[in-house]
């Protein structure tokens, strides 16, 4: 009996060691060095290859350490699942024109249950925005991390500093889950929005601080159920919808999200704007509750005026049919007078508008409001009263 125990336990331990449930990719074993000046580029794609095509779930693993990479895209489909565990700091390289005119740093494309955590990601983007500020000729702009036509998959733990262009990028994905990230970038770079999620549909964005020279989160045309909580933003541009309808044909933003957040010193808080053009767009079913506001310059704003240096739409009304927008329990401070702006589109008012228990105030006084072409309903403290 009990030489028929330690042959099962050598047996078990055997199949223990022989089928692990993972198979594990180290990028530093396939050449990479973390001594943040050679190119790990070949190296991180060799581990991608070899765990892109494992018929078991994969890691692949960067250990401690500064690994520079070139613009570099990770393609799949994938035979298995794929997780991308980041104890290091991905770096850019020093002149920002070596990133080129893709608009990409770090791409994920096509690839089905991915999950990337941890790390820190260097876009090293000072040098870019001299340049964009300079008004030179300037390439377009790398986004740090872009997930493209990518399903069911989580971006965990990660800090993001100094993008050229917008941080995080969610592109046509379904069932995509962003937690606990961080974004940094000082509240004068241009375009660094730190998420970016557009025609994607079951995106999550909970437990992050968000710092940027432009949105915390923007929100493009057809994202479908969108959920966000326990947001900090600021310095940045606040969380928008829109900007929408650039062009004729668009789709539309529905059933969104945001509970549970705090904006502090930014531009905006919570904003819906549209460009002044005929379109098929639309804004519709949307909740903006459990909010604070700390010094923000325009708290609640709907803006269906939108023309940059009035180019392209002079004269011209929105077409963005906006409807069933909720903003409930929302407190705290105005930088400006104006706390509540609603300026609709004279050709398609926005309906359905509902604002309860709002309570915004501006150097210790009531705050104001501003009404134009929107109906709805109002309910419970309104501080500014309600221009509904």
């Known amino acids: 009996m009990a030489k028929q125990v330690i042959f099962l336990f050598l047996m078990l331990t055997c199949l223990i060691?022989?089928?692990?449930?993972?198979?594990?990719?180290?990028?530093?074993?396939?050449?990479?060095?973390?001594?943040?000046?050679?190119?790990?580029?070949?190296?991180?794609l060799r581990a991608w290859k070899a765990a892109c095509g494992s018929a078991r779930a994969a890691t692949i693993y960067v250990p401690r350490g500064r690994y520079v990479l070139?613009?570099?895209?990770?393609?799949?489909?994938?035979?298995?699942?794929?997780?991308?565990?980041?104890?290091?700091?991905?770096?850019?390289?020093?002149?920002?024109?070596?990133l080129g005119n893709s608009g990409h740093w770090i791409l994920f494309i096509q690839v089905n249950m991915l999950t990337v955590m941890g790390g820190t990601l260097d876009a090293k983007g000072a040098g870019y925005w001299a340049c964009k500020n300079s008004g030179r000729s300037c390439p377009p702009g790398a986004r740090s991390i872009t997930f493209n036509w990518a399903n069911d998959i989580v971006l965990s733990g990660l800090t993001s500093i100094n993008s050229q262009a917008t941080h995080?990028?969610?592109?046509?994905?379904?069932n995509a889950a962003v937690r606990n990230v961080k974004t940094i970038a000082p509240d004068q770079?241009?375009?660094?929005?730190?998420?970016?999620?557009?025609?994607?549909?079951?995106?999550?964005?909970?437990?992050?601080?968000?710092?940027?020279?432009?949105?915390?989160?923007?929100?493009?045309?057809g994202t479908t159920n969108l959920y966000m909580s326990n947001i900090k933003c600021g310095p940045g541009h606040g969380i928008s919808i829109g900007s929408l309808g650039r062009e004729a044909t668009e789709d539309g933003v529905q059933n969104v999200t945001l509970t549970?957040?705090?904006?502090?010193?930014?531009?905006?808080?919570?904003?819906?704007?549209?460009?002044?053009?005929?379109?098929?767009?639309?804004?519709?079913?949307?909740?903006?509750?459990?909010i604070i506001m700390k010094n923000v310059k325009n708290p609640i704003i709907?803006?269906?005026?939108?023309?940059?240096?009035?180019?392209?739409?002079?004269?011209?009304?929105?077409?963005v049919k906006i409807s069933q927008v909720t903003y409930r329990n929302i407190q705290g401070t105005s930088a400006t007078q104006k706390a509540v702006t609603?300026?609709?589109?004279?050709?398609?008012?926005?309906?359905?508008?509902?604002?309860?228990?709002?309570n915004l105030t501006?150097?210790?006084?009531?705050?104001?409001?501003?009404?134009?072409n929107i109906g709805g309903t109002s309910s419970g403290l309104l501080v500014p009263q309600s221009c509904l």
């Open 17 to 44: 060691f022989i089928s692990p449930t993972e198979a594990d990719y180290n990028v530093v074993g396939y050449g990479a060095k973390p001594d943040g000046a050679t190119d790990a580029t070949p190296a991180f």
């Open 189 to 221: 770079s241009p375009n660094t929005d730190s998420i970016h999620v557009q025609s994607s549909n079951g995106v999550t964005i909970t437990g992050s601080t968000l710092q940027s020279g432009d949105d915390c989160i923007s929100i493009g045309p």
């Open 342 to 358: 609603f300026n609709c589109s004279s050709s398609t008012p926005c309906q359905g508008v509902r604002l309860q228990d709002i």
């Open 70 to 98: 070139k613009a570099v895209e990770f393609r799949g489909p994938c035979k298995s699942r794929v997780t991308v565990k980041i104890d290091g700091t991905l770096v850019a390289p020093s002149d920002y024109r070596a």
């Open 168 to 174: 995080i990028v969610i592109n046509s994905c379904k």
């Open 260 to 290: 549970n957040a705090v904006f502090t010193g930014s531009d905006n808080g919570v904003r819906i704007k549209s460009w002044a053009r005929p379109t098929t767009s639309f804004v519709r079913n949307v909740l903006f509750q459990n």
């Open 362 to 372: 501006y150097m210790n006084k009531a705050a104001s409001s501003s009404c134009k």
């Open 302 to 319: 709907i803006d269906q005026n939108y023309c940059p240096n009035n180019q392209g739409c002079p004269r011209q009304s929105s077409g």
